[in-house]
Nanobody, 121 residues
Framework: QVQLVESGGGLVQAGGSLRLSCVAS????????MGWYRQAPGKQRELVAD???????YYANSVKGRFTISRDNAKNTLYLQMNSLKPEDTAVYYC???????????????WGQGTQVTVSS
C-alpha cells in the first residue's frame, strides 16, 4: 500500500522555472532509488534524473546544467528544480521509486500518476 504523488507541474514561458515534488507514503521500510522520468506525446518515456539512497546522481544530457534533483529522506520526498525551461521540456513528468515494503522481501517498483509540464514559446 505505497503511493507516490507528484505535484508542481504547470504552464510556464520559455526560460521560466518550476519545482516538482514527489511524496512517497504508506508502508515503507526503505527507499533505495528515486528518479524523474518524462513522456511527451508520441514519444517513449525517458529518464530525466535519478538519485540513489547513497546520493549518486545522474542527469540526462538534455537537462544538465538546468535541472537539479534532490531528496529529503526524512520526508520521503523527491524534488526536481527545473530552470531555464525550453519548449522541448514539455511532457508528463513521472516519479519512480524502488521501495522495500518489508525487510524480508524484494524491492518493488512504484510509479506516480504524473504531473503535466508545459513550456510555451
Amino acid at each position: 500500500q505505497v503511493q507516490l504523488v507528484e505535484s508542481g507541474g504547470g504552464l510556464v514561458q520559455a526560460g521560466g522555472s518550476l519545482r516538482l515534488s514527489c511524496v512517497a507514503s504508506g508502508s515503507i521500510f526503505s527507499i533505495n532509488y528515486m528518479g524523474w522520468y518524462r513522456q511527451a506525446p508520441g514519444k517513449q518515456r525517458e529518464l530525466v534524473a535519478d538519485i540513489t539512497s547513497g546520493g549518486r546522481i545522474y542527469y540526462a544530457n538534455s537537462v544538465k546544467g538546468r535541472f537539479t534533483i534532490s531528496r529529503d529522506n526524512a520526508k520521503n520526498t523527491l524534488y526536481l528544480q527545473m530552470n531555464s525551461l525550453k519548449p522541448e521540456d514539455t511532457a508528463v513528468y513521472y516519479c519512480k521509486a524502488e521501495i522495500l515494503v518489508t525487510r524480508w522481501e524484494n524491492e518493488h517498483v512504484y510509479w506516480g500518476q504524473g504531473t503535466q509540464v508545459t513550456v510555451s514559446s
